[in-house]
Every structure is written in C-alpha cells, then in structure tokens.
C-alpha cells in the first residue's frame, strides 16, 4: 500500500550526471524486488540549471514524487542544492551533501563588492530537525581513485550506507549502466563511499576590499569625437554614444572602476575615479604635457 | 539519455520505463509500422527510444502539422501509426487534427501529446483535454510507465474499431517518470492497404457535411463505450465522500487518502457520465482532482452532477503529494499539514547556454547595438536572462519573424529590430514568416543561428542537418539558396566564434535597407559531436578583473578568489572549458590564454 512507500531524492547541477545516478537508484531497487518509480525534469533544467529526481520505491508505489518532510534520503551533488531540498527529508532521515559549491553567475548581486546570495556550509544546519548530515568531497575522493567523474558513484556510496539494499544489486546496476570503460572505477568508488570521512569544511573565503560607491565617470566632452570605443567595451553598459555623436553616461551607477574606457579612449576624454575623490582640476590632469 | 526499450536482461520481462518508453513500446506491441513527431519536451525521448527498430518507420518532420499529416497519410495507407508532439505541438497541428476527426482513419492512428503543467520547459500549460473535447475525439490519459504502454496498444484498437484518431494525452511526471512495465510480445500486422473514398477522405463541404452527422454518431457511440470500459476503475470504500480523477493525479490522491473511495477514468473524453452519476448518488460528497483545467469538474457541474474540485485544487502548475493533501484538508478531510521548519534560503539557479555556445556571441552584439529582438524558441531563448539580457520577445515556434516585421512596421521600436530564430525552429514555422518579411520589404533583420541541430531537446535531426533520425544521410536544405529564392537581397554567413565578424556583419545587416539575414554556422557544441578544444585559463597576474568576459555569462567562468583593485578576478574551470576562444576575444589585457600542453588537469 502506498503508506509503505518510501522516498528518496537526488538534486545537483544540470550536467553533473543526477539522472544517471538517479537511474541506478532506481535499477537497483527493481533489482532488490521492489515497485519503483522514479521522476525527473528534463529540458530547461539541464542547461546548468537545478536538476532534482525523486525515487519512491515499495511493494506497490503510487506517487512518483516525494512529500515534503517524507524523504528518508537526500542527496545532494552540490552544497546549494542540498538546502534547495532539504525540506523533503522527514525528521531523523539523512543527508548527503557535497561540499562541492558551483556558485551560479546570476547569484552575484553586486560585483564590485562581490556580494553573493550562496549559502555558506555549516555542518550542524540541519541539527534541529535531527538529520543525519554526512557532508563529502566526492570528487577528492573520485580523484584519489583515479578519476574525478566517478564522483556520483562515491555519493552512492554513501546513500547506499543508510538503505537496506544489497550491495549486489547495487554493484549490478552500477556495471549495467556506468559508461562502458569506467566500470571498475564506478564500482571502486561506490565501495570507497560507504567509509569515505566526513569533508574539511572549506572556510568562507575572505571578504574583499568591498566599495563604498560607485566610481565616477567624468568625461571631457571637449576632447571627445564621438567614436564608441568606450561604450563597445564597457563591461557594465555604462557609456553610449547618442544619435547626436554625443558620448552620455546611461548608468552611472553600474560603474565598477575598471578603467578599460580611460585606458582605451584615444583622445584622453575620460576619466575615472574613485568614489567620494573629489573631481580633478581638468589642469591638474594635465601631467608632463601628457593627460591621464 | 535513452534506454534500449528491448529488456536489457535477458530473462527479465518487467523493466523500467520512463512513461515515454512506454508509450513507444505501447505501439512497438500494437504492430505500428510508422512512428512520426516532431521534438518537444517532455514528448521527445518516444521516437528516439524506438529509432533503431528495423521493423518500423521512425522518424521526425519538420514539424507537427507535417508529421500528423504523414501520419494521417500512412494511416489512410493501412497501416498502425503513432503521432507524437508536445501540447503546444499540437496548436500546429491542430488544422489537420480538428478535420482528421471528420475522415476518421484507415489503420489505428494514435497522437501523444506530452502536456507539461508547471511549465518545466514549455511557454504555456495549456490543457490538451480541451483539444479533445474540441475536435470530438476520444482521449485516454495514462498515470504511469505500465499504463502508458497498455493505454497505447489499447487506443490503436479503439482508432479502429471507432474509426477516428485518439489522443493519449501524458504529462511531464508521466512522461519522464520511470517505473515498471511487464513487456509483451509485438503483433505484426499486415499493411491493410488505401482504400479510395472520396466522400471520406475529400473534405469538401459536400463531402465534409456527410461526415458531420456521423462524426457526431461516433461520439455517442463513443460515449456509450466509455460506460463500460474497463478503463474506469474504482477502488477504496467508505460513503462520506468520492474522488473522480485521472493520469498522474489519481496517485496523489491515493497516496493522501489511500483507503478513500476513487473512480478513475483512463478515458476523460468522452465521460462515463451515467456512471459517475451513480457513483456520485453513492456518496456525499463528490471531488474532482485534475491537474490544471475544471474540464471534467465543469462537464459534471453542466450534467447536473454535483461535484467540487478547483475550490480545493488548484489550476496554477502541477498538483503534488503536498498540494492534494492541502486541498483535501481545506475540503476537511484530512488534518492540516504541519509546516515543514523551511531551510535557509538558496540561489536560483536559472538554467545557462552552455560552455562554448555559439549563439552567446550574436546576442553580446545585439545588446550592444541596442537592438530590439523578437525572439523564438530554443536554447537561446535563454539570452533573455542576465547577463545577456537581449531578447524582448519569445511567443511560439517561427513566430520571431513575423513578430519582427509588425515591430518594424509599428515604428515603435528604439532600436533596430532583429528576428532571432534556430535551425530548427526556421524550417518549423519561420520560412512563412521571412517570405512576408521580403513581401512587405520589413526593414528587418533575421538572424538565423543555425547550430545544426535541435539543440533545446537535446539534440535532434532536422531537415537542414542533412541526417535522418537513425543517422543516415538525407538531403539537408540549403539555408542560403531558401533565403535568396525566397528573395531576400542581403545574406552573409557569419562564424560566431569570430566575435569582431560578427559583430560588424550583424551591424552591416541591420543598416541594409528592407529585410537582410545573417546565418551564423558553428555547430553545437553538445550535439550530435561534443566539440571539445583546448581549454582556456586566466594569466592571473595580467587580469585586471574588468569582468568584461563577464557579460558572456558563461558557466566555465567562475569568480576568482583573488582580487585586483578591490574587484574579483576570474578563473576558467579547464574541465568544462571548450575552447571556444569568446572570452580570450573579449579580454582587453589579453590575460586569457590557452592552458599549455602537459599543464591540463587529469580526469577533471
């Protein structure tokens, strides 16, 4: 009956390999005797994006999905998906997390102080809900062995020590459906995930400099004719040429002080500078008969 | 990836199939001889998992109207064919389909349409049960892997036996769910042959009003079917209340309430309506759980049946474990769920073009020419996202151009107006559009970013990738001889890679006058070859964290935890890096370089 049915869920980063580590969940379920289904997204998602597929398994399973806080089992390739899903896991059940982080471009939310929205790693995060919260380097432990790809297998591994599934069955689906030429290692690195030592919490890297505002674009429009270097490189699209030839400034506020529109205007027009340095003399700029 | 639907263990007859391995060894088992589609997620992986068989046609077509037409053909030929698109798929087909219902078939013709609620990778979730309803045409909607395969054999037998084509309607979570399947032997049927019958198969209005009342005929006859079949299954007990479901929903209500009293119909269209009358007067209350739109909810409320469903359920998305139990305990059936301690929040994590996309470099030029982009379906439909950032319309398949060409007309665009279309996409439903672009001299530019695939779906043949869906070589359309025959007077091929040519082409087009086309020509970098180069690496000393490479957002470029001038350098991750030389294009210290022989990392 459906109430008998268990769950577990995989979540990583599109092209990691979680649908083929979810299909050996799966096959070695079926092979353990057990109804499985198993659900997945494909499309958009594999493009770099948040990949999950949830396992149900039982004498006769309904749902393809997982309830939240049902979950026995999460495991995560990567740090910021094992917070993504955690929810799913009922209290008392485990996770596996890779300390692997894959910090997507879009989580920067301002580059000049390099402020991101990841999630720092803690190993006791989940402590109040009485997980069991195993945190691993895969891919050292993939590599030690020989090859960093058979990572998945390592996490398997490690999955596999908190179910009642035979190694047999996992070994067999593991050769049934691992790339041909990679078997041995697959095979090494699942018996090596069982045993593999919790992960060194890698420190959060230290905070840069950080700015105070943006810096300032001051153009000297007298000098400038006009020819769009500066806008075509700025990274941050901050310059544009108008329909008059004129240069404008269409966000100041993006400026990160790079200084590419200074170094590569021919005519000397721009310049940047610092936030809260006052503005320069346009004499002042003016050094040994050479503008900087 | 697909799975060899053959069992993969001799000895083993159940395998695990996802729902669209099923419903491909559903018509495998039906003796179908033809299989046709066009690619479209979740609906994709049907055809590719039986493309091997020598025992039947498979293949794909340019797009859904011709496939169903070819099917529609090879069915008036006589022999078993299966039909497979995506929902919004079926909007193009829909001309054939709507009239199809009129001639009825020759041998069993079967459409699969892949819904995808929750809009995993889809534009809409439109409900393809309203199709069903539209055109007349039973519908049989399968939960899971075992039911997609008995469920397609099954409607082969009832295309024949009531003459008209059936819908198999799977979502996302039946399409790409794995699960069991007990596999049965394939009965070969023998070609029946094309039986010459005007006034069945000539839809004039002479022909077509003799086939009206029939084609309603058919209905009753379907309808009185549908009372008997054994498709509808009722289980549980209890007399307090009962649930009518079906497809995917039907097992989170039994996973919520699982002793509960449930009718499942495997065929929503047309409804055992005396039957649910009989099953409703047995209890007091009468729920309706179906994913998306009241269509069955409003089709008991018109027969006077009483029932209650989108009050609880909702119509937004995908229903789930969570969202049944939550709205059979707004209902009062069930305790309320206790809130789950909610983790720390996380990043998004939107998908990317890949490492390597050639279609990264033409959207970098067209933000920085300002242009206003008409969009179209594929992975760079993607370049709407940061940092790109370059696409301001994406509607349905061909429809950039078209779009284009009212933006231009409009004069309300700021910038130059640039239709943005694939390979696969153009030859889908673009090439009209482009002949209206020279008919009323748009002064528009089409960008056609052929990668010689359908890249988005993972990678299929088209009509312009000069290979067939088993690989063998067909031959491919000419993009350039189709853009001057249908009369367009600008045309360059442009190598993306080539950031400055690209650039200045794209530029060039924009300032013809009336309709130009550009064609870049890289190939994918995925499909059908992974292109993998040298990979590149930053010469950190000589980084002046700019981030200029930056704005390409691509995934291989990853913050460095160094810093110049207070800002974040960058590094290249040499395991995903393809080589594709954009970023060292883009970076004005010249401090991207490629990684040295013997220097590349092992196994990465």
Redesign the interface.
Known sequence: MAENSRGLLLAGVGGQGVILASMIVADALVRAGHDVKQSEVHGMAQRGGSVFSHIRWGTNVDSPLVEKGSAEVLAAFEWAEAIRWVEYVRDGGAVVADVRTIVPPGACTDRRAWLTRYPAIEADLFSDRRLKTRLIDASATAAELGNARAANSVILGSVAAFLDIDDVHWEAAITQLVPKGTQEVNLAAFRAGREVPMARIPLPSSDPEGFSGPHQIDIRHEWCKGCDICSRVCPEYCLAVNTDGELTITNPDACTGCRLCEMLCPDFAITIRPPQQPATAPERAVVGGRAR | ?TLDVEP?VEHRR?V?LSGNEAVARGAVEAGALVAVGYPG??S??ILESIADRDDMDVRWSTNEKVALDVALGASLGGVRVLATMKHVGLNVAADTFMTAAYTGVGAGLVIVVADDPGM??SQNEQDTRAYARMAGVPLLEPS?SAEAKTYTTLAFEISEEFDTPVLVRTT??VS?????VELGPRVERPVTGFDRNPQKYVMIPGHARGRRPLFLDRLKRLSKYVESTPLSVESGSGDEFGVVTSG?AH??V??VL?ECRILKLGMSHPLPLERIREFSASVERLFVVEELDPLVENDLLAAGIDAEGKAFFTRIGEL???AV?DGFSRAGLVPKQ?P???????????????PGCPHTPPFLAL??L?AVVTGDIG?YT?AA???LSSMDTCIAMGSSIGMAVGMAASGGAAGPVVATIGDSTFLHGGVPGLADAVYSQANITVLILDNGTTA???GQEHPGTGTTLQGTEATPVDLVGLCESLGVRDIRVIDPYDMGATFSSIEGAIAHVGPSVVITNRPCVEAPTKVRDTPYEVVSDAC?????C??A?C?S???S?E?F????KVVIDP??CTGCTLCAQLC?PLAIVPVQAGEEL???
């Open positions: 990836m993969r159940s695990l997620t979740p994709t992986e995993h990778s899971d996302t979570r790409h769910n794995r699960g069991v995917i097992h989170y039994r996973e699982p789930s474990p969570d139990r206790i789950i301690e909610s983790a720390p929040s996380t990043v998004a994590r939107p998908p990317l073009l890949c933000k920085r300002g992975c993607l996202l940061e940092p988005m779906t993972g002046t964290a700019c981030q200029a930056m704005t957002g995934p470029i990853i913050w935890d810093t001038e207070g800002r974040r395991t995903t004005p092992n196994g990465g």
